[in-house]
């Protein structure tokens, strides 16, 4: 083997090139501990990547279960609203059945002492009645005398013919022509008494519709709820499912006013005794006041925390309102708040006042029950049961003020007496229905007739000396909710139907 051709170069070149080779190869041992490094570096890097990517992930999966609960937290946020708002209503109710418990408690104590104060009344009866009977016991013994007495006198009398003569003067014959004790002849007088006997009438002396057929007004969008008329007869008021109140002349039925405000149903409507103001109740808890000659909104009244069916003005500047809440509101308007608060012990479907000032209130109630209340004091002076067996609708005080007329949804109308809290008629017919929880009846202006409306569509008369049907109206399609009369008289009726959503003016 011969040796290598750098090597005749000489001692040093073969030294450079010997260290050059071995400098070679340190740069090949470098190298390849570089290749292993830069492997391994890309391993780490490769790990890294993955750890990299499964941060992401774990990311991804940290943001998703932000996100669940985030919208569990709104969730459940939104339920503690609800469930605090439900506590809020609870409160509300629980603090009414305080106030009703307070009622009932009050009443307790009342009826004790009434019947304390009716069993010492009737101790006191009892005592007055002995003595009564004490008295009545030696009156009769003393007429007993006195009669014996008579007797004896008249037997002594009968031996002689002047005592006959006496007694025959004493005891004098009337006959046909002889006169009466008062000095008349007896025959004139019967003939007076016939005269003057009074007889019940077949026919109303005023009709309630003229032969024209009678005007029709589509007045509302959606059902209508109520009708009310002005004292004066010039103007009516009709509430509806729509939110409105609607003025209309009374002669012609032509639209005036369009009062808005209410945020749901208006269920009743009334004017004041000046006819400058009308309410109407709504559905949404609240009664509004407008201004008939502006049409503006002047009051609005709230603070019943369930539907308002029923508000009459008094004299005094005030209003008087009757709820589903179960309470009676007496509002002062000069003050413009409550002032008073009676709890009803029953939903309220309509009230009347007894008297202009409304210092005493006639409720209709969901217990089939009419109530008499005492404004001031808020105490109850008569409760009147078992004279319906379904919810009282309507309340309406006769003309004379001595009688109270209720319809219910029994299918019947009572006429009660005030004096003694009895019924004095019932008005039913085979065909009359009470149509709705709210519908009205009302009398005629001299009270000879109340009328009211049908579940078939029909407005009926009945004669008040009677409670006889004397007679019956159809124009409508649907329940008629109220009837009105004309407060001027004659036989001007307007009657209102819910689903028709018309008015029709009968016998002008």
């Given amino acids: 083997m011969s040796p290598p051709p750098w090597r005749a170069l000489g001692p040093a070149a073969a ?12 740069l090949k041992d470098e190298r390849t501990d570089l290749y292993k490094s830069n492997a391994a570096s890309a391993q780490r890097g490769v790990a890294l990547v993955d750890a990299r990517n499964d941060q ?3 990311a991804r999966d940290l943001a998703d279960r932000a996100d669940q609960l985030a919208a569990a937290n709104k ?17 509300g109710v629980i603090q009414i059945l305080r106030d009703e418990l ?20 009737a101790r006191d009866l009892e005592a007055d009645n002995k003595e009564l009977l004490d008295r009545w016991m030696a009156l009769k013994q003393k007429e007993i005398a006195q009669m014996n007495e008579a007797n004896e006198f008249v037997e002594a009398a009968l031996k002689t013919k002047a005592s006959a003569k006496k007694r025959e003067s004493f005891f004098p014959l009337f006959r046909s022509g002889a006169s009466s004790p008062s000095g008349e002849p007896a025959d004139e007088s019967r003939r007076q008494s016939a005269a003057n006997r009074a007889t019940l009438p077949t026919t109303l002396a005023k009709k309630t519709a003229s032969p024209a057929p009678p005007v029709l007004l589509t007045a509302h969008d959606l059902e209508i709820n109520c009708i009310a008329i002005r ?21 012609t039925c032509a639209q005036k006013a369009v009062l808005t405000g209410s945020l749901q149903a208006v269920m009743s409507v009334s004017f004041n005794s000046t006819g400058d103001f009308v309410i109407g109740t709504s559905n949404d808890n609240s009664a509004k006041i407008w201004s008939v000659a ?31 809440d179960r309470t009676i509101k007496i509002w002062d308007l000069n003050k413009g708040y409550c002032i008073k608060t009676i709890f009803t012990l029953s939903s309220c479907n309509d009230l009347a006042l007894l008297g202009g000032e409304g210092a005493v209130i006639a409720s209709g109630h969901l217990d089939n029950n009419l109530r008499i209340w005492d ?30 007329l209720t319809t219910s949804r029994d299918n019947t109308i009572k006429l009660i007496d005030l004096r003694t809290y009895a019924v004095v008629t019932t008005f039913a017919d085979e065909s009359f229905r009470t149509g709705m929880n709210w519908t009205k009846s009302t009398f005629s202006p001299d009270g000879e007739y109340v009328t009211s409306g049908s579940a078939d569509g029909a407005v009926v008369f009945w004669d008040v000396a009677t409670g006889a049907v004397v007679q019956s109206l159809r124009e409508h399609k649907a329940a008629v909710c109220g009837v009105v009369w004309n407060p001027l008289g004659g036989s001007a009726v307007y009657s209102a139907s819910d689903r028709d959503r018309c008015i029709v003016q009968w016998g002008v």
């Fill in 294 to 324: 502006t049409s503006r909104l002047k009051h609005t009244l709230t603070g019943h925390i369930g539907r308002v069916y029923s508000a009459r003005f008094s004299d005094s500047n005030g209003v008087v309102t009757g709820s589903h």
């Fill in 102 to 121: 307070a009622t009932h408690q009050l009443e307790l104590v009342q009826r004790e002492e009434q019947l304390r104060d009716a069993e010492r009344k």
């Fill in 56 to 58: 992401d992930d774990a």
């Fill in 231 to 251: 004292r004066d007869g010039s103007m009516i008021a009709t509430g509806s499912n729509d939110k409105k109140l609607i003025l209309h002349d009374a002669k």
């Fill in 15 to 26: 030294r450079r090139i010997a260290a050059l080779e071995a400098e070679v190869a340190a």
């Fill in 75 to 91: 969730a459940l946020t939104t339920r503690l609203a609800d469930a605090e708002q439900l506590v809020k209503e609870k409160d």
């Fill in 375 to 404: 404004a001031r004091s808020g105490n109850i002076i008569r409760e009147v049961t078992g004279i319906h067996f379904g919810q009282i609708t309507s309340v309406e005080v006769s003309p004379q003020l001595g009688h109270i």
